[in-house]
Structure formats: C-alpha cells, structure tokens
C-alpha cells in the first residue's frame, strides 16, 4: 500500500502562489498516474490536475488551467502542484491520489490532505 501525504498548504491572499507536494512511501510510485483533487466546504472532492506516470501527459480543470501546474520527480517519489494567481475560489482542501488509469477514477488511496485558504 502507498502511503500519501500531501504538505505546502497555508493562507495567501488573492493573486499569490503555493507550491504543494505529495511524497509517496512505502512502493515507487513511477509506475502510475497522478493526479491532484480538491475539496471545498460544502462542496464535492473534484478534480484539479492529473499527470501520466511517464510524464508525457497532463490535465487540468478548466478552471486552473494557466495558473496551476502538476509535476513530478519519480527519483523523489513526489508529486507537485504550483498554484499561481490563486483565486478566493481556489480555497479548499487539496489531495494527491493515484489514477486507476489516466483519465479515470481514483483508486482511492487517498492522503489527509492539506488545507489552501485564499484571502480576497
């Protein structure tokens, strides 16, 4: 079983940047697809930005693209997310997660995640 945790949250106002990791232990996780959701109060665990294991592909929700940006460093066993010009709207709290398959669902191994709250 990878464990997942996710780590860079904090406060910023509108139009600042955060930088979020992801570091997977206990099996490599350069085999799989990635991918960053998110969850505001009230609101459903949506999807944000996915990256394919071999890095040859990534998605983003119409909402972020231009501002956020996925990546990966397989020696480190990390996953990344540079969040750009964030938006009020953007304040929620983020998870990493592995992809059934690029494109599809969650496996459901899930981090706790880590809490983004931007300030107008």
């Known amino acids: 079983q990878v464990q997942l945790v996710e780590s860079g949250g904090g406060t910023v106002q509108a139009g600042g940047s955060l930088r979020l990791s992801c570091a997977a232990s206990?099996?490599?996780?350069?085999?799989?697809?990635m991918a960053w959701f998110r969850q505001a109060p009230g609101k459903e665990r949506e999807f944000v930005a996915a990256i394919s294991w071999s890095d040859s592909n990534r998605s983003y929700v119409e909402s972020v693209k231009g501002r956020f940006t996925i990546s990966r460093d397989n020696a480190k066993n990390t996953v990344y997310l540079q969040m750009n010009s964030l938006k009020p709207e953007d304040t929620a709290v983020y998870y990493c997660?592995?992809?059934?398959?690029?494109?599809?669902?969650?496996?459901?191994?899930w981090g706790r995640g880590t809490q983004v709250t931007v300030s107008s």
């Open positions: 206990g099996h490599t996780i350069s085999n799989y697809h």
């Open positions: 997660t592995i992809l059934r398959w690029y494109g599809g669902p969650s496996n459901n191994n």
